[in-house]
């Protein structure tokens, strides 16, 4: 059963769109929001397989949800306007839908919403024993990567950069805090508004004047500067680890 969730600030287009959805089978709307800011707790709360999301809402645009949800549901956007869909694209959207909706281009995107969902299923099987696996979304694409593999996360506005313990780098259209809901801590601690580390691949913190550290990642990443409070909150973490021999603080 696909369990979807329908966004649009107009009842009459939800209902439209609701009616042709249930005919098949195969389908639960298990969610509807008129608002980005009720849709963004909606679905972080539901988790749906898909969101059907409208470009233009009363209080902005569907565009600036994708950032604050869960990032494991499926983007189908559903609009009035074609001029949208380059960019719904570069966000790495599963389909574009026009208004008024057809019934049998309704039935290729459940279906590629099915593929979709098969696809991370087999993933997970496969994989039993595997790291956790973060989708990211990418201009213009879908990424999967092992969270275990990521050093260090840093918030840049409403983007977040995630380095990645072999020197790479990703720029996410998606906000810290969503990545801070979804890695488990340990290893991932927040230690400012700004950053979020993995603990496992903190090498070494050099201590510096006034409290401040630099702390080391490994060849691969630049060292990064931590103030005094920050310093406090990592040490703090990384105490209890200290018989690892993966971190040793300079004093």
Not at 67 to 87: K, L, M
Request: glycine share 8%; hydrophobic share 40%.
């Amino acid at each position: 059963m696909l369990r979807l969730m329908l966004v649009d600030d107009e009842p009459r287009a939800r209902r439209g769109l609701k009616r042709i959805i249930t005919r098949d089978a195969g389908t639960e709307i298990v969610g509807e929001a008129a608002s980005i800011a009720d849709a963004c707790q909606l679905a972080n709360t539901l988790k749906p397989d898909a969101i059907f999301l409208d470009v233009e809402l009363g209080d902005g645009h569907g565009f600036d949800l994708l950032d604050q949800i869960y990032p494991g549901s499926a983007i189908v956007f559903v609009t009035g306007h074609s001029g949208y869909a380059p960019q719904a694209f570069d966000v790495a959207a599963l389909d574009y839908l026009l208004k008024p909706v057809d019934e049998d281009r309704l039935s290729v995107a459940l279906e590629r919403i099915r593929r979709f969902r098969e696809q991370a299923s087999r993933d997970r099987s496969t994989h039993p024993d595997q790291p956790q696996r973060i989708h990211i979304r990418l201009p213009g694409r879908s990424a999967i990567v092992s969270a275990d593999k990521i050093a260090l996360l840093m918030a840049e506005g409403d983007f977040t950069r995630m380095l990645m313990a072999d020197g790479h780098n990703h720029f996410v259209c998606r906000l810290l805090r969503s990545f801070e809901a979804e890695l488990a801590g340990p290893p991932f601690v927040r230690v400012s508004r700004s950053l979020l580390f993995n603990l496992d691949h903190v090498e070494n913190v050099a201590a510096h004047d006034g409290g401040r550290s630099v702390v080391s990642f490994g060849e691969k990443l630049e060292p990064v500067v931590l103030g005094r409070m920050p310093t406090r909150r990592l040490l703090r973490h990384l105490r209890p680890r200290a018989d690892r021999n993966a971190v040793q603080t300079e004093g």
